[in-house]
């Protein structure tokens, strides 16, 4: 009896064991699969908070309102009113002109070319197209919004930095010499302007030691390279790359003490250029630009008018640039101009509408993506109406009426491994043989659409015969035994049950053909092209190519631009996605 007690008592702790064994297994499994949701999340939040973040500025565009007279002998001298001849009018210069008498100020060829950089080019075809609808405007004056440049929206957004205001606390006096003016203050307001610029000279020297290291570690790799060469060639050509590299970090090293000892030197005075941060004054309507600065007084030079009779005021105004002139393309001049605009509230920021409604530029404040998606969309219906048909007619006969031997399962096999091909060899086929050999229109969304549905057909084949071959054999059974033939069988019950899964299946393999970019660049879809297409004829490029021709774009705006188009395509894709889902659980039928 005690031996049967502790036999059992035995096979209980080790059912206990292998229970709590098994429960801890269970729990381990639960949390690898939390883990990796977690960490697949994590990445795709990162992902879509990158590119939202970076396409948000793009939602805007800013606009800065100048009043301008519309001179009939630059417009339309003969009092036509002739819509053709007044778009040949000379508006940019009318524009020009009109900056000129706005700002008068401005002189010189460089600030001058700054002014008008204030504005986009495109402004004045805009102007251009709005007097040729109404005529009637021709010799009046009247505020109009131009369009900013890149370089204004830029700045109104901040992405030049800040112009941030230094709250002064002294009597300012002012001693005006032609251009140049002399400032001092009753308080140390010009003592703490002083330390910010040794502050960014420390920045610089800091970040010029950073150089100097990275140089000195060539310096040492060339060393060892040296140390192991064989051949005298060898030896000389390292020797070489290792006395640039040794002058290039002793060069960093001699300009990082001079900043160094500029910013620990005495207490003035210091001269601003371009590689510090700019100063302004502001007073009376007045801008002032400090060139030389000491604790005490600051010189400077009249950037605006000033005020007469102004020696010494209590109301003025010191700002600070966050970045030097020379780390921004927006100038000094631009900046005041600006800001004097937006003094006078003529500068405003609205909805980019303009992004969706129009087509390709060069100039990003004009670039839109209207054309891009339109031609995504004859590109992708060319794929659809070829792919579709092709492929489900393939995975019908394949699954439904070819017999089994050796030629079926070498289509089989090719079929799967053409669906591992990369995307790039179908890009040569179309550029080798429908443009070279059957004259498609180059760039065309004929050309892409036909390449990217030789992409999608095995995805769709494949998918088309998963879903045939889930479809019951008792459907089948039942359709022949009722007298109905095999293609009616086929047509009529198997294909309308098997429906919903190839659509999912299509809808993937479009979306995936959607986001291709190898194979249309190789068939010329990469071109610049201005117009909206009207046809699968016309010249058109597709969405993920204008990502990488705008991704490819010196100009920073493009950047904003860039990340709006990814959102674009992604909203694409999404949007296919879940139609795919949609008609799945909508029409799908479980066994």
């Keep these: 009896m ?9 096979l209980l702790g080790q059912s206990g064991k292998r229970l709590k ?60 009113n002739d819509p053709k001849i007044i778009l040949r009018g000379d508006f940019a210069g009318l524009t020009k002109d009109t900056l000129k008498e706005q700002f008068p100020w401005v002189s010189g060829r460089t600030a ?25 405007m021709i010799g009046q004056t009247i505020d109009y919004r131009f369009l900013s440049s890149d370089v204004t929206d830029l700045y109104l957004k901040g992405e030049f930095g800040n112009l941030n205001e230094t709250k002064t606390l002294g009597q300012l006096s002012i001693v005006v010499d032609d251009d140049t003016v002399t400032l001092s203050s009753t308080a140390d307001d010009f003592e703490i302007a002083l330390a910010q610029v040794k502050a960014h000279l420390i920045n610089d020297a800091a970040s010029l030691r950073r150089k100097a290291a ?66 302004f004054v502001s007073v009376g309507g007045g ?82 993506i209207r054309g891009a998606a339109i031609g995504s969309f004859w590109t992708m219906l060319v794929t659809f109406m070829l792919a579709f048909p092709i492929g489900v007619s393939a995975a019908i006969y394949l699954e439904e ?3 089994r031997n050796r030629f ?15 995307s790039i060899v179908f890009g040569l086929l179309g550029l080798s043989v429908f443009l070279g050999v059957f004259g498609v229109p180059r760039s065309a969304p004929l050309a892409g659409g036909i390449v990217l549905a030789l992409m999608t057909l095995p995805t769709i084949i494949i998918a088309a015969r998963a879903a045939i071959q889930a479809v019951p054999p008792s459907i089948r059974d039942a359709a022949l035994g009722v007298g109905a033939s095999k293609l009616q069988t086929t047509f009529h019950h198997v294909l309308p049950l098997a429906m919903p899964g190839i659509l999912t299946g299509t809808i993937i393999g479009m979306a995936q053909a959607l986001g291709e970019t190898a194979p249309l660049i190789m068939i010329g879809m990469v071109a ?50 879940a139609v795919a889902i949609i008609l799945r659980r909508r029409f799908e039928r479980r066994w």
């Design 21 to 80: 064994k098994r429960r801890w297994s269970e729990f381990r499994l639960k949390a690898y699969g939390i883990t990796a949701i977690t960490v697949a999340g994590l990445a795709l939040f990162t992902l879509l908070w990158s590119v939202i973040g970076q396409a948000t500025t793009a939602l805007k565009e800013s606009y800065v309102t100048i009043p301008i007279t519309l001179l009939a002998e630059e417009i339309d001298p003969d009092s036509t």
């Design 408 to 422: 079926t399962d070498f289509v089989e096999v090719n079929i799967n491994n053409l669906a591992a091909v990369p």
């Design 287 to 368: 801008w002032i630009k400090i060139t030389r600065l000491d604790t005490s007084e600051a010189v400077g030079e009249v950037m605006t008018p000033l005020p007469t009779s102004l020696e010494s005021v209590d109301d003025w105004h010191l700002f600070s640039t966050d970045l030097p002139e020379a780390s921004r393309k927006i100038s000094d001049t631009q900046i005041v101009v600006i800001e004097e605009l937006r003094a006078k509230d003529r500068v405003e920021q609205v909805f980019n509408w303009r992004f969706f409604t129009a087509a390709d530029s060069r100039e990003p404040e004009l670039a839109g």
């Design 2 to 10: 005690a031996d049967t007690t502790s036999h059992h008592g035995s």
């Design 401 to 403: 009426f070819a017999p």
């Design 112 to 136: 001058k070319r700054q002014l008008y950089d204030i504005v986009s080019s495109g402004a004045s075809f805009e102007l251009a197209e709005m007097v040729s609808a109404d005529p009637s």
């Design 214 to 279: 990275r140089q000195n570690n060539a310096v040492q790799v060339y060393k060892q390279q040296l140390d192991a060469a064989e051949t005298e060639e060898e030896r000389e050509k390292l020797g070489k790359k290792g006395e640039s590299a040794r002058a290039k970090r002793d060069q960093f090293i001699a300009d990082a003490e001079a900043l160094e000892a500029r910013a620990n030197g005495s207490e003035g005075p210091e001269d601003l250029t371009d590689e510090n941060v700019s100063l």
């Design 528 to 577: 610049f092209i201005v117009d909206v297409p009207t046809a699968i004829t016309d010249s058109a490029t597709v969405l993920p190519v204008q990502v990488f021709r705008w991704s490819d774009f010196p100009e920073r705006a493009f950047e904003a631009k860039t990340g709006a188009a990814i959102c674009v395509l992604l909203g694409f894709l999404v949007v296919m996605n």
